[in-house]
């Protein structure tokens, strides 16, 4: 498809149709200028455009804590970042109309420090605009701290010299009102241009998806899924594949439910469950291998993977890793293993559960079993990292060749 249109572009017969687009090769983590000792607690910055990756020092106003979304450019620049508080542009400073994110009181009592919620954020290139990108965020409600509302906000680029302007914020997509929300997710349409974005209501059947097209954000669409919880849902941070083909609906205590995603329709399909029999296991979170077969779940004493290919995926259940009780730099300061994300180089890497020094690292997360070479404390850290880890979508994912939502190139 692709090497179609690129011929048919040359030859002058199909317009040139230019968007925003997204990369994913930064990490943002650390505290601002106003920290104890700038020489441990400062900022620091992850690059993936280099390997082994680089980490640099670099002085900015505001901490980060759980909640961190980032945006880029299409060749890794940084664009703009929010640690749930307020949206900053490249110099640092608040974005133009970009204060006062998530707002309401757990805003007000966090607003010197970093938003309390986890890594429920993320940032999609607006499909058919240039330069125009849309952040959807999971805030935290008082008084009982219910995920809610879910928000959308539009960050426009082409505005302020290049600095950027938030043209609307705090766009309620899910209210609050007593409901909880699981952890979003998003996934790049069969077409090639719009996202899916995939959410649901705590310990309820339902899912809700939203599609976010040329024309804006649409939804939300309601599954009821054909299981009730006998419990309390225990939210963690769920995952989708990256081909788009297997979304993960993780309860942290009791087990993961596991679907076949459809991505020019958006309905699941073909629920598998994999409960948790060992009580000690609590999964905070999840994440794929590139090639969308193993399956990651970190708990704060082991890592298991699991295959999801498997015709019996209890079976595959395996343990890779027990946290082998090491701090950093000392003591009360435990590494255990805590939020993972996929990097664009393939490898998986983890942030650990408290302000430590160092991160952990699957190096082949594609292999099977203790083959995947997880590294405990494998990536020290210049600048403590409090849990920090930017989740990002998989902005690669390209169109499904020859589904029926294969039409935008002909």
């Not at 959410?199 to 040329?214: C, K, N």
């Not at 596991?258 to 994999?274: E, H």
Request: proline share 7%.
């Amino acid at each position: 498809m692709y090497k179609r249109l690129k011929f048919l572009l040359m030859i002058g017969i199909i317009p040139v149709y230019c968007c925003a687009q997204q990369h994913d090769n930064l990490q943002l983590f650390g505290f601002g200028n106003n920290a104890p000792n700038p020489a441990l607690f400062g900022g620091m910055v992850v690059d993936y455009s280099f390997s082994p990756p680089k980490f640099y020092a670099q002085k900015r106003k505001i901490n980060f804590g759980g909640f961190a979304g980032i945006g880029c450019d299409s060749i890794g620049r940084l664009l703009f970042y929010s640690n749930g508080i307020s949206i900053r542009d490249t110099t640092h400073n608040y974005m133009i109309n970009g204060d006062t994110i998530n707002p309401g009181p757990i805003w007000l009592n966090w607003k010197d420090d970093a938003y309390p919620n986890g890594p429920f954020c993320f940032s999609l290139p607006s499909p058919g605009k240039v330069n125009e990108y849309v952040f959807f965020h999971l805030a935290v409600e008082s008084p009982n701290y219910n995920s809610a509302p879910f928000y959308y906000t539009i960050v426009n680029m082409q505005e302020n010299n290049g600095m950027g302007r938030v043209a609307k914020k705090n766009q309620v997509l899910l209210p609050s009102g007593g409901i909880s929300y699981i952890a979003p997710v998003a996934v790049k349409h069969g077409n090639g241009r719009d996202w899916w974005v995939i959410i649901g209501e705590v310990s309820t059947p339902y899912l809700y998806t939203f599609l976010l097209d040329p024309t804006g954000v649409h939804g939300p669409f309601k599954t009821e899924m054909p299981f009730w919880y006998s419990d309390k849902e225990y939210q963690s941070v769920n995952a989708i594949s990256p081909d788009g083909n297997t979304y993960v609906r993780s309860d942290g205590e009791h087990g993961l439910y596991i679907f076949n995603f459809d991505r020019c329709s958006g309905i699941f399909s073909n629920l598998r469950l994999l409960p948790f029999t060992d009580p000690d296991f609590f999964c905070l979170s999840t994440v794929f291998s590139s090639d969308s077969r193993h399956l990651y779940l970190s708990s704060l004493s082991y890592v298991t993977q699991v295959d999801v290919s498997s015709q019996d995926i209890s079976s595959s259940l395996d343990t890779i890793a027990y946290f082998d009780g090491k701090a950093s730099p000392y003591e009360p300061f435990l590494t255990g293993f805590f939020l993972p994300n996929l990097g664009p180089d393939g490898k998986v890497y983890f942030s650990t559960t408290n302000s430590t020094l160092s991160w952990h690292v699957i190096h082949s997360p594609d292999l099977p079993g203790v083959a995947a070479d997880i590294e405990q404390h494998g990536i020290d850290l210049t600048k403590y990292n409090n849990g920090t880890m930017a989740i990002y979508p998989n902005y690669r994912l390209g169109e499904w060749e020859g589904a029926p939502c294969d039409t935008l190139n002909g």
